[in-house]
């Protein structure tokens, strides 16, 4: 329940907040610094590599809703406390994994526990502060943490892995898990959903994350298989049985995860398809510029992660500027220009050479796709909450920060099933940053096409609002 008068620890309890949402952010991020590395100490394939972001990426935002949904009927604080302890003991067995295949398993775990730990955290905060002046301070720390964590991850994640091995960033998880579990008894009030139907819908969160599992694996093996073989047919098939189910159960569910009902206006599914294939343009960059600049320009981690810092620092100036902009032409325009943005970036970046260097194959097409890649998220999450009525507005958000998780996951496995078709020394981090360019053009013609200037003005969300709901 919200607090009638003010926590005397509240702040106290904001920084204890922020601290997990940048562990959380900072993890997403973090891994691309260290993958080639990982591969190369666990003996993944060139395919296989991925699974590690993937398998983070697809339970952290297939299972996100029901992780909300958890912590208002159980207690937030409870399963906050139980999220992040299963975040350290995910992340000690990600730092001792022996294999690539115990790797990949503790990963999704660990990205279960972001599942439990994002929406929890700020489920706690908005339950700490009244709504006011308060609220809207703490709403901006928040936001500002969360892309600290983004840039932090670049910073630290570099000379961790050179000077103590990739291992070192997953043990880095650890204490900071048990500060948070000694900590939060004492520092965060017990909350929960006034009392009413119990209704969880995990069927629908399994049957969706199971769906999205089968097509991102009959991409990646895609290549090897046959496109047209048994298996790829045969999987892409489970993932559309799968798909099917979960609307089924979405539409016979209580209180079901997916309100099917909000994604009928164009506004809400063209916002939420922007926002998913601007993250498999963003997610699939991310990753072939970690490999081609460690794999083929010979960069180490921590020079790659101080170069490649431009990014998320544009991504901050874009969201801003975007935000701005969006009250004045609209929601449609910003997303346009933003995904235009990462498409011209994508394609500067698809002309790599071998023996290229960062300030001229990388530097330009990274100005531009930070940016773009942070006006188009503040457009396509605004888009998708226009109109929305205030009781149904936390899981629209979390449809939304959903949609662009598991828009990353199908973002990196479509460049990774691309490059792997191709031989050559650079011919396939070619194809895979030309890949980008396709998906941030299918957005594009998205927005163009599903996004509408609403009939009276929007009013738009501040920065630190979307930074709190992406989160």
Same mark, same amino acid.
């Given at each position: /329940?919200?607090?009638?008068?003010?926590?005397?620890?509240?702040?106290?309890? #904001?920084?204890?907040?922020?601290?997990?949402?940048? /562990? %959380?952010?900072?993890? !997403?991020?973090?891994?691309?610094?260290? #993958?080639?590395?990982?591969?190369?100490?666990?003996?993944?394939?060139?395919?296989? *590599?991925?699974?590690? /972001?993937?398998?983070?990426?697809? @339970?952290?935002?297939?299972?996100?809703?029901?992780?909300?949904? @958890?912590?208002?009927?159980?207690?937030?604080?409870? %399963?906050?406390?139980?999220? @992040? #302890?299963?975040?350290?003991?995910?992340?000690?067995?990600?730092?001792?994994?022996?294999?690539?295949?115990?790797?990949? %398993?503790?990963?999704?775990?660990?990205?279960?526990?972001?599942?439990?730990?994002?929406?929890?955290?700020?489920?706690?905060?908005?339950?700490? =502060?009244?709504?006011?002046?308060?609220?809207?301070?703490?709403?901006?720390?928040?936001?500002?943490?969360?892309?600290?964590?983004?840039? *932090?991850?670049?910073?630290?994640?570099?000379?961790?892995?050179?000077?103590?091995?990739?291992?070192?960033?997953?043990?880095?998880? @650890?204490?900071?898990?048990?500060?948070?579990?000694?900590?939060?008894?004492?520092?965060?009030?017990?909350?929960?959903?006034?009392?009413?139907?119990?209704? +969880?819908?995990? %069927?629908?969160?399994?049957?969706? $994350?199971?769906?999205?599992?089968?097509?991102? +694996?009959?991409?990646?093996?895609?290549?090897?298989?046959?496109?047209?073989?048994?298996?790829?047919?045969?999987?892409?098939?489970?993932?559309?049985?799968?798909?099917?189910?979960?609307?089924?159960?979405?539409?016979?569910?209580?209180?079901?995860? &997916?309100?099917?009902?909000?994604?009928?206006?164009?506004?809400?599914?063209?916002?939420?398809?922007?926002? =998913? #294939?601007?993250?498999?343009?963003?997610?699939?960059?991310?990753?072939?510029?970690?490999?081609?600049?460690?794999?083929?320009?010979?960069?180490?981690?921590?020079?790659?992660?101080?170069?490649?810092?431009? /990014?998320?620092?544009?991504?901050?100036?874009?969201?801003?500027?975007?935000?701005?902009?969006?009250?004045? &032409?609209?929601?449609?325009?910003?997303?346009?220009?933003?995904?235009?943005?990462?498409?011209?970036?994508?394609?500067?970046? !698809?002309?790599?050479?071998?023996?290229?260097? =960062?300030?001229?194959?990388?530097?330009?097409?990274?100005?531009?796709?930070?940016?773009?890649?942070?006006?188009?998220?503040?457009?396509?999450?605004?888009?998708?909450? $226009?109109?929305?009525?205030?009781?149904?507005?936390?899981?629209?958000?979390?449809?939304?920060?959903?949609? =662009?998780?598991?828009?990353?996951?199908?973002?990196?496995?479509?460049?990774?099933?691309?490059?792997?078709?191709?031989?050559?020394?650079?011919?396939?981090?070619?194809?895979?940053?030309?890949?980008?360019?396709?998906?941030?053009?299918?957005?594009?013609?998205?927005?163009?096409?599903?996004?509408?200037?609403?009939?009276?003005?929007?009013?738009?969300?501040?920065?630190?609002?979307?930074?709190?709901?992406?989160?």
């Amino acid at each position: /329940m919200t607090a009638t008068t003010p926590d005397p620890r509240r702040w106290q309890a #904001l920084a204890l907040l922020c601290v997990a949402g940048f /562990m %959380v952010i900072l993890d !997403a991020q973090i891994v691309l610094l260290a #993958l080639p590395s990982i591969a190369e100490g666990l003996g993944f394939s060139a395919s296989g *590599a991925q699974w590690v /972001m993937s398998a983070y990426l697809l @339970t952290f935002g297939g299972l996100l809703l029901l992780g909300g949904r @958890t912590a208002d009927l159980l207690g937030r604080r409870r %399963v906050f406390m139980t999220g @992040t #302890l299963l975040f350290g003991l995910s992340s000690l067995l990600c730092g001792f994994a022996w294999t690539a295949g115990v790797l990949v %398993v503790a990963r999704a775990v660990q990205g279960v526990s972001a599942a439990v730990m994002a929406p929890t955290a700020l489920s706690l905060l908005l339950n700490t =502060f009244e709504e006011g002046h308060e609220r809207n301070k703490a709403l901006a720390v928040w936001s500002g943490s969360g892309g600290f964590g983004a840039t *932090a991850a670049l910073l630290v994640g570099g000379p961790l892995t050179d000077a103590l091995g990739w291992e070192w960033i997953f043990f880095l998880n @650890t204490p900071v898990a048990l500060l948070l579990l000694l900590l939060s008894p004492v520092l965060l009030r017990e909350s929960r959903a006034e009392a009413g139907a119990r209704s +969880y819908d995990p %069927v629908g969160a399994l049957t969706v $994350t199971a769906a999205l599992v089968a097509c991102v +694996y009959a991409l990646v093996e895609a290549p090897r298989a046959g496109w047209l073989s048994a298996q790829t047919l045969g999987l892409l098939a489970l993932a559309v049985a799968l798909a099917l189910l979960f609307l089924r159960v979405e539409t016979r569910a209580t209180a079901p995860l &997916v309100p099917l009902r909000l994604l009928r206006s164009p506004s809400v599914s063209g916002g939420n398809l922007v926002v =998913f #294939l601007l993250g498999s343009s963003a997610f699939g960059m991310s990753y072939t510029l970690s490999q081609y600049g460690q794999g083929v320009l010979g960069l180490s981690p921590l020079r790659f992660g101080l170069y490649n810092v431009v /990014m998320p620092v544009g991504a901050v100036v874009g969201s801003y500027a975007g935000q701005a902009l969006v009250t004045r &032409v609209g929601a449609r325009p910003v997303a346009v220009g933003g995904l235009a943005l990462v498409g011209a970036g994508s394609l500067l970046l !698809a002309g790599v050479p071998v023996d290229g260097g =960062f300030v001229r194959d990388l530097l330009p097409g990274l100005l531009l796709f930070g940016p773009g890649l942070g006006a188009c998220a503040v457009a396509g999450s605004i888009a998708a909450l $226009t109109g929305v009525r205030e009781r149904e507005s936390g899981v629209a958000s979390g449809i939304n920060t959903a949609a =662009f998780q598991i828009g990353g996951a199908f973002g990196v496995a479509v460049v990774t099933s691309v490059a792997v078709s191709y031989t050559g020394p650079v011919a396939g981090y070619r194809a895979a940053f030309t890949a980008c360019v396709v998906l941030a053009a299918a957005g594009l013609a998205c927005a163009l096409v599903l996004l509408r200037r609403p009939r009276r003005p929007v009013e738009p969300l501040s920065a630190e609002k979307h930074h709190a709901q992406r989160l």
